[in-house]
């Protein structure tokens, strides 16, 4: 098969793209627009591979996909490509709607006009909202997102739920948890508290920091997504997660044990607007039609993970100049958003 993978240079479509070289004999070409989440460096080696080809390019640019559509020849979509962080959402949720709602639509109108055979829309639990101390999501709850990401995700997943019921085009649907591991740009939870607390700064828990988030290693998600492509029914919705629901608090004391560091950094810091309190996901119908399951239990996949932020900081003391630097001074710099001290 010839698969284009979307957003392949970000955290989950890098691994992903890694995935597929190993586990396939397929091609693949990666389109990514390289936002400030893109990272070649995430894709070092693949380069190598004759069955790899990089791209960089935006899902919103029709021409592109037109011509890019035909000419590789695409049998199959695996469509990562999305603005991903809910803060960012809350400060400036314009480009969340252009990226993930509009480019969405584009893509899914070429690649059914280009014979595309599958199409996997790699959708989010967050589509659900926000759980009690009790339950979990299954593939039937109701959607009801609380931020401006989780709603621009929650419209694209309904779009690829429109594009089945309306041309029959074969899109496959997947509904995934927290993911953590290796290249997960350092804005997120799990690598923000290693690389704040390997160089001794505050660690900003949200809140009362007793949320609980559903957390996979990102391998497992991989697998999932592949089998959806493989062998998900099309028009079929999977949930995928890891059964892993962890208190954000106990997280960061676990990340801190883990590196040997006392729990002086912690700051509780102001809480996110519209803070989702629990996701957890019941992902028994994926396990009963295509025979998933997590493969990486907790304590492994984080030895691994807390590993590779060690044996890589180069990796990520390079992403936390510049840009990102005017960023975490947006979010918690004094008198910002998430200013410490609450
Ligand atoms: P990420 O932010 O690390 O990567 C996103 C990638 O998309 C980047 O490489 C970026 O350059 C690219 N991109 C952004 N806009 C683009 C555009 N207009 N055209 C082409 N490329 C563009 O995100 P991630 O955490 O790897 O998430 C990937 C996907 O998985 C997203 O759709 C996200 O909603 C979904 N998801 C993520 C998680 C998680 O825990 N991270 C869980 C469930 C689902
Ligand atoms: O559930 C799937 C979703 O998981 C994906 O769809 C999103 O793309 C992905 O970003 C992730 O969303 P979250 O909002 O759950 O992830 P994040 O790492 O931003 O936050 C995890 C929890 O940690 C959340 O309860 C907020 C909290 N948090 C986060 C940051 C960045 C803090 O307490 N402090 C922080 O500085």
Redesign the pocket.
């Known amino acids: 098969m010839n698969i284009l993978v979307?957003?392949?240079?970000?955290?989950?479509?890098?691994n992903h793209v890694r995935y597929l070289l190993r586990n396939s004999d397929d091609r693949v070409v990666n389109?990514?627009?390289?936002?400030?989440?893109?990272?070649l460096e995430n894709l070092a080696g693949c380069e190598d591979d004759p069955r790899y080809r990089f791209v960089r390019?935006?899902?919103?640019d029709r021409e592109l996909l037109r011509t890019l559509l035909q000419q590789e020849a695409i049998d199959a979509v695996v469509?990562?490509?999305?603005?991903?962080?809910v803060d960012r959402s809350v400060e400036g949720p314009e480009v969340f709607i252009?990226?993930?709602v509009l480019?969405t639509e584009i893509l899914l109108e070429e690649s059914r006009a280009a014979g595309v055979r599958k199409f996997v829309m790699?959708?989010?639990?967050?589509v659900y909202g926000s759980l009690g101390s009790e339950g979990h999501f299954t593939e039937n709850s109701p959607l009801a997102p609380n931020s401006p990401?989780a709603a621009s995700?929650a419209a694209a997943d309904l779009l690829c739920r429109a594009f089945f019921k309306t041309f029959g085009f074969p899109v496959v649907v997947?509904?995934?948890?927290?993911?953590?591991g290796p290249y997960?740009?350092p804005e997120?939870l799990i690598p923000l508290m290693i690389a704040n607390a390997l160089e001794g700064k505050p660690l900003p828990v949200y809140g009362d920091g007793l949320q609980v988030r559903d957390w996979l290693f990102v391998e497992d998600?991989c697998r999932a997504v592949d089998l959806a492509l493989r062998h998900g029914r099309p028009g079929g919705v999977y949930n995928v997660g890891g059964g892993n629901e962890m208190r954000n608090l106990d997280l960061v004391h676990l990340l801190l044990d883990k590196l040997g560091l006392g729990r002086e950094l912690i700051t509780f810091v102001a809480d996110r607007p519209g803070h989702d309190r629990r996701y957890a996901i019941d992902a028994s119908h994926i396990t009963a039609e295509l025979g998933w399951a997590p493969s990486v239990d907790f304590a492994t996949g984080m030895a691994r993970t807390v590993d590779w932020y060690l044996a890589e900081r180069a990796w990520w003391e390079k992403i936390r100049t510049g840009r990102y630097v005017e960023y975490y001074d947006l979010m918690y710099g004094p008198g910002r958003r998430h200013a410490g001290g609450v």
Do not use: M, P
């Open positions: 979307t957003g392949g240079a970000g955290f989950i479509g890098s389109l990514d627009l390289l936002t400030y989440a893109g990272n390019g935006d899902i919103r469509h990562f490509a999305a603005e991903s962080h252009t990226t993930n480019g790699v959708s989010t639990d967050e990401y995700k997947t509904r995934c948890s927290n993911n953590y997960q740009f997120k998600h």
